[in-house]
């Protein structure tokens, strides 16, 4: 459980980053 918080964010900074570019 403790794995899943930092992927979710990390995914999250990830689709941002796209939707930017």
């Not at 459980?1 to 570019?21: D, G, K, R, Y």
Request: hydrophobic content about 65%; overall charge negative; glycine content about 0%.
């Amino acid at each position: 459980m403790s794995v899943a918080l930092p992927v979710t964010v990390l995914l999250i900074v990830v689709t941002e980053c796209l939707s930017v570019v």
